[in-house]
Structure formats: structure tokens, C-alpha cells
């Protein structure tokens, strides 16, 4: 009788490949559930339009914009950072939705990569993310938001807000496995606000305490709207004697992105892989 060989191990190659075409079915089976709950889509969809309409015409006729300027030009970047920040919220809430109904549990069971859960969630939220810049940038124009620069720096603007919304996805991801209730997870989604308040999206810092402005500054909030409006040439652009990440905020914000990615991808696959032990 002839003896059986042992099967080859996979290669690293092989692994990365697998683990490739699992997220990418994950992440179409994320897509199928906002399909199956279009309540959800339709207002991830409107919430963006509708934060362009009550911040530029209620805010608008009440704040001026340094060294002048139309007010919802100024708003519009602080307004694209907001929505590219909500990544953690939506994202926090699915994980952990999955987590307590036994979801994450039923996928550890099946033979998938360890990493295709995470990465499923945080594709498919990189993908809505994209339909909602789509529907502010049309509300935008709609009020009167113009880019200057030209589509290569919008274009290279719209990229560095969707390389931050998928490194932010990775902490949403990292939250939803720690709280493992839907609950709790609601109950820290406020706890976003302050973070997007505390900045110069929406109002110059400048009438700020000086505590309250130095936090304001190195907010990555912050950040990615003086990047954003460097790159579309829109009103509000930092002195020249600004905090080094609103004095370099294309740089400031491709940082926090590496970061985040370096702490958090690592975190959430290792979290998600000793839930069942």
C-alpha cells in the first residue's frame, strides 16, 4: 500500500490570496445587507445632503470667514471630514451588531482567513463612503461650493479623505469587537461629535480658549479640513505661523492614516481571532 504524503503548506502567496478572496466576498456580503435594508443606505445617503443644508444657510448667515470669503466654500471641506469620520460610528455598530448575534462566531467556524471578517466590514465601508462623498459634493455645488485647483488637487483631496474614512474604519472595526453589544455601541457614537465640534470645520478657532484651540489644532479633524481646503482652494487656509498640522496638513493627515492602520489593523485581527477562546 502506498503511503499517503502530507498535504503541501500553503504559501505566503497562497495565504494573501485566500485571504484576498474571502474579504472580498465578506465585503460583498455587507453590500447584500444594506441592499436588504434600504432604510439604512437611504439615509447614510441624505444625512449628507442635509448637514449642507442646515450648516450652510443656519451657520452661514452668522459666521464670517477669515480674510473673507463665501461661508459655504469654507464649510464644505469641514463637512466632507465629518462625514469621512462617521466611518467609526457606522462601522463600530455593524461589528458589534454581528458580534451579538452570534454572526462573528458562525464566521470563525467556517474555513476563511482570519482576516476576511474585518477586512469585509472595513471594505464595505470604504465602499459607502464613496457614494456618500458623491451625494455631498452634488449638495454641494447645489449651495454654491466651488473646488479651484483643478481635478488633479480635488481629486488628490477626495483620495486623502478616503485613505483616513478606511484607517478610521479599522478603529470602528477595533471598538466593535471590544463593546460586543449593539447597546454600548450606541451609546458611544455621541462621544464622535465632540471630536469633529472641537476643530476648524466648521468655525475659525481663533475666538477659542487657547487650551481649547491647541486641541483644536492637533485634532486630525482639523487637519483634514485645512488639507482639503488647500487642495480645493477654498477659503479658511492656515497663516503661515499655524501648528505643524495645519501648517502641513496633507502631511499631518497621510500620518494619522499610517498610524491608525499600524495600531488598529493589527488590533482588530488579533482581537477578532481570540473571541472564541
Not at 502530507?6 to 465578506?26: I, K, N, Q
Not at 469585509?120 to 454641494?140: C, F, P, S, Y
Request: glycine share 10%; aromatic share 10%; net charge positive.
Amino acid at each position: 500500500m502506498t503511503a499517503l504524503s502530507p498535504a503541501p503548506l500553503a504559501t505566503p502567496a497562497t495565504r494573501l490570496r485566500w485571504a484576498v478572496a474571502d474579504g472580498l466576498t465578506l465585503v460583498g456580503r455587507e453590500l447584500g445587507r444594506i441592499r436588504r435594508e434600504p432604510g439604512q443606505l437611504i439615509a447614510a445617503l441624505i444625512f449628507p445632503a442635509f448637514m449642507v443644508l442646515l450648516f450652510g444657510y443656519v451657520f452661514g448667515s452668522a459666521i464670517k470667514v477669515p480674510g473673507g470669503g463665501n461661508y459655504r466654500e469654507y464649510l464644505m471641506p469641514g463637512l466632507f471630514t465629518m462625514v469621512t469620520f462617521t466611518s467609526v460610528m457606522a462601522v463600530t455598530l455593524n461589528v458589534a451588531t454581528d458580534a451579538a448575534n452570534g454572526v462573528m462566531d458562525r464566521f470563525r467556524s467556517m474555513p476563511m482567513a482570519r482576516s476576511a471578517v474585518p477586512f469585509g466590514q472595513t471594505g464595505a465601508d470604504a465602499l459607502l463612503g464613496v457614494l456618500n462623498m458623491v451625494i455631498m459634493a452634488g449638495a454641494g455645488l447645489v449651495v454654491g461650493w466651488r473646488p479651484h485647483h483643478g481635478v488633479v488637487a480635488t481629486l488628490q483631496a477626495f483620495l486623502l479623505l478616503a485613505a483616513l474614512r478606511y484607517a478610521l474604519s479599522w478603529v470602528g472595526c477595533y471598538l466593535g469587537l471590544v463593546v460586543k453589544n449593539e447597546r454600548t455601541a450606541d451609546q458611544l457614537i455621541p462621544l464622535v461629535f465632540p471630536v469633529t465640534m472641537i476643530s476648524n470645520a466648521y468655525v475659525p478657532t481663533d475666538g477659542m480658549p487657547a487650551w481649547m484651540r491647541v486641541v483644536a489644532d492637533w485634532n486630525p479633524v482639523s487637519a483634514a479640513t485645512a488639507a482639503c481646503r488647500d487642495l480645493f482652494g477654498n477659503p479658511g487656509v492656515p497663516a503661515a505661523d499655524a501648528s505643524w498640522p495645519l501648517a502641513h496638513p496633507v502631511a499631518a493627515v497621510l500620518l494619522w492614516t499610517v498610524v491608525l492602520l499600524a495600531v488598529f489593523v493589527p488590533l482588530s485581527i488579533r482581537t477578532y481571532g481570540r473571541r472564541g477562546r
